[in-house]
């Protein structure tokens, strides 16, 4: 309901402007604006010049205080949605990361893909969305961010005097399940009709707010950042894989994960999990050297440097960790505690979450190349047929 509500709210009629005029007011001030949903937030946006911010908060506003829900326009955006929904079917990549979601996360609803699920998606009303609109799009709800070369005093009476008449309403308490933990390896295959073969070795971890974060990111770039990182060095330079990459996913809303991902010939997926396995291996059992670790950590700081190039993605940054962990100043400390992580520290890090027990090997196979799928399972440690056994 996020996602279609999101489609119908943004540039929507309002019960002081109709979409033509909405979309006349930005031309006039040439701003651009967008939406998008995530698991756990909604973002309006618009970006324009400074002389203008004082408008474009209007526009913002009047969008989320008087929307009208015209039937025409959820009937469109209704069918938009099942057009993303239906291109999706024929993407890899997205495929691959909703097989990944659903092999990490057995009882959390991240495990649902945010666009939605097309049978649920085609039973909602309009009646389903307004009620969402207002049990959700509340004060306390909202976080407004503007970043530029602005007077803070007038941005704030512009948000006050357009946000005057919002009703005030308690936000629902929403309790999500615990993720039950790993404790055995899992396995998810998938068969599409794509040029090679997708791999991706997963680890369940932690939340945005433990303190393993800063290793666990330094882990990841030292893995595969940049042409000279070990596995680019070891793994995609010997021919094993085109590409490959990992990431250390931290939401604040449940334990994230480590993940490497690969594309790869179907033929390479036996040998290049073994090669990858190896050198975290190595990891867990050397320490890093010293100019190692300060060019990821080097890496790490240029990372955010570069991300804070904009106002857009300041006002982002600055909204997320504001939502996500009650600091607006989170990714700055980020940043500083990043440099103070160890060689100690990394290799802890490589021990107490890649561990062999807790791993999600993960395949997204061509369609040609199903013979490749026995080879896979004979590694996964199940050479005996699975056994029934009931207690009295």
């Not at 408008?55 to 009047?62: P, V, Y």
């Not at 649902?112 to 009646?127: A, E, N, R, T």
């Not at 990111?217 to 330079?237: K, N």
């Amino acid at each position: 309901m996020s996602h279609l509500f999101e489609h119908l709210l943004h540039g929507g009629a309002t019960s002081q402007r109709t979409e033509e005029e909405a979309r006349r007011v930005l031309d006039d001030i040439g701003g651009n604006t967008n939406a998008y949903t995530s698991y756990d937030v909604t973002c309006y946006f618009i970006n324009t010049a400074r002389e203008h911010a004082t408008t474009a908060i209007g526009l913002l506003g009047d969008w989320i205080t008087h929307p009208t829900f015209p039937q025409e326009a959820f009937d469109r955006e209704w069918g938009v949605v099942q057009r993303e929904l239906e291109r999706d079917v024929d993407d890899p990549g997205r495929q691959m990361y909703y097989l990944l979601m659903e092999t990490m996360y057995r009882s959390h609803p991240a495990r649902f893909p945010v666009i939605g699920l097309k049978p649920i998606v085609q039973s909602l009303k309009k009646d389903d969305i307004v009620g969402y609109y207002h049990r959700m799009y509340v004060p306390d709800n909202i976080v407004v961010t503007i970043v530029g070369d602005i007077n803070i005093d007038r941005m704030l009476t512009a948000v006050a005097k357009e946000f005057a008449g919002f009703k005030p309403q308690r936000v629902p308490t929403i309790v999500l399940p615990e993720e039950e933990p790993m404790v055995t390896p899992h396995y998810a295959t998938k068969v599409m009709k794509m040029q090679s073969a997708h791999l991706q070795l997963a680890w369940p971890s932690i939340p945005l707010t433990h303190p393993d974060l800063y290793a666990l990111d330094v882990l990841s770039f030292i893995l595969t950042q940049g042409e000279s990182s070990r596995l680019a060095r070891t793994i995609r330079d010997a021919g094993l894989t085109l590409s490959i990459d990992s990431s250390s996913y931290t939401p604040s809303w449940a334990n994230g994960f480590f993940v490497v991902s690969a594309r790869l010939a179907p033929d390479k997926i036996v040998a290049a999990k073994e090669a990858i396995l190896k050198q975290i291996a190595t990891l867990q059992q050397e320490l890093v050297p010293t100019p190692e670790l300060e060019k990821a950590k080097k890496q790490k700081a240029a990372e955010h440097v570069l991300q804070s190039q904009t106002a857009e993605s300041i006002a982002s940054m600055v909204a997320n960790d504001y939502i996500a962990t009650g600091d607006v100043h989170f990714s700055q400390a980020y940043v500083d505690k990043i440099q103070k992580v160890t060689a100690e520290q990394v290799r802890e890090a490589a021990r107490k979450y890649l561990m062999p027990e807790r791993l999600a090997t993960i395949t997204m196979l061509p369609e040609a190349a199903p013979s490749t799928q026995p080879a896979i399972t004979a590694t996964a440690g199940h050479p005996e047929p699975v056994r029934e056994i009931e207690l009295d």
